[in-house]
């Protein structure tokens, strides 16, 4: 089903302040989110969990939208690009949980954070967002610092393994692609609820019937950390976050905003360290850098052609 472009893509003005420290609380918020998966993992499959989280988070959508008073149901013409993103939205997520089956957790978060680049290209192709060279650059070393934290490449690494790393590198580019089905359909005129509502939505039958093909099963009743660390997913990450990040989508640049998630897998390395006790090595610090190096690259605003011509007067 084809998403009907808006007359004139918004690009977005740059990130203020406010907006800066919001992505960072979201991106401390998706790199914990991290941790909780592996630990319900433990209990409950990966397709299965992916449902339950959606339909828990539909709940939320569905409240909020009630208590703003946003006619989720009101004709408005977003019905194609909805469905549209919602299918994206579902098979993103089957896409990441399978490559997870197959390659280790520390390249497939390297791979899923490939998302930038794709945003990036997407917001020059079909937003007319123009990054500079140096921008450009901030993306390459952002994503470098990335990889230094994780710890890629690795040695042994499989046909199979290779098989995941590109379902994950698939599914940022799906990522990615809601993205910019937002930012360029009708989408972008609708209340966040509305927007993230189809995605939600769509994904509950899609996750759920890849659970059914797979033949999950839930084997015992989940204990109370597994079930207090899927409703954080459902309700917090999910019915939450995101609304948030489609509310800063409708406003800001798609790729500086975008920028910013290469922090999320750091913060995952961090809440590794401090709940599950993974190790942390000395090339954290340099990725850290590295990481924050880039998003100053990326987000450095350009200079005026009043400022340049003040700084060629002074030269001569």
């Not at 939450?240 to 640049?253: G, H, M, P, Q, V």
Request: glycine share 10%; with cysteine.
């Amino acid at each position: 089903m084809s998403a009907e472009p808006s007359p004139i893509p918004p690009v977005g003005r740059p990130l203020t302040v406010g907006a800066i420290l919001l992505v960072l609380m979201l991106c401390l918020t998706w790199g914990f989110n991290q941790i909780a998966i592996k630990l319900v993992l433990r209990e409950i499959p990966p397709y299965t969990q992916a449902a339950i989280r959606s339909a828990g988070a539909l709940l939320v959508i569905l409240a909020i939208a009630r208590f703003r008073g946003v006619k989720l149901f009101e004709r408005d013409g977003t019905l194609g690009a909805g469905l549209f993103v919602g299918a994206i939205f579902g098979f993103e997520f089957l896409l990441i949980y399978h490559g997870l089956e197959l390659t280790s957790a520390s390249r497939a978060v390297v791979f899923l954070y490939t998302m930038p680049f794709f945003v990036a290209f997407g917001a020059y192709q079909l937003l007319g967002e123009r990054l500079r060279a140096a921008q450009w650059a901030g993306l390459a070393v952002s994503f470098a610092g990335v990889a230094v934290a994780i710890g890629v490449p690795q040695p042994n690494v499989t046909t199979s393994v290779l098989f995941g790393d590109l379902l994950m590198i698939a599914g940022a580019a799906m990522w990615a692609a809601t993205t910019l089905v937002v930012k360029r359909t009708k989408l972008i005129t609708a209340a966040p609820e509305k927007a993230l509502g189809y995605q939600v939505g769509l994904s509950v039958p899609i996750l759920g019937i890849a659970a059914l093909v797979a033949g999950e099963r839930i084997p015992a009743v989940p204990g109370t950390l597994t079930v207090s660390l899927l409703a954080f997913q459902a309700f917090w990450v999910v019915g939450l976050t995101f609304l948030l990040w489609f509310s800063l989508i409708k406003t800001y640049s798609a790729s500086k905003l975008a920028a910013f998630t290469f922090i999320t897998p750091l913060f995952g390395v961090v809440g590794g360290y401090l709940i599950l006790g993974d190790q942390l090595t000395p090339a954290f610090g340099l990725a850290a850098l590295l990481v924050i190096a880039g998003l100053v690259l990326v987000n450095r605003p350009a200079r005026s052609a009043a400022t340049n011509a003040l700084l060629n007067v002074t030269k001569t």
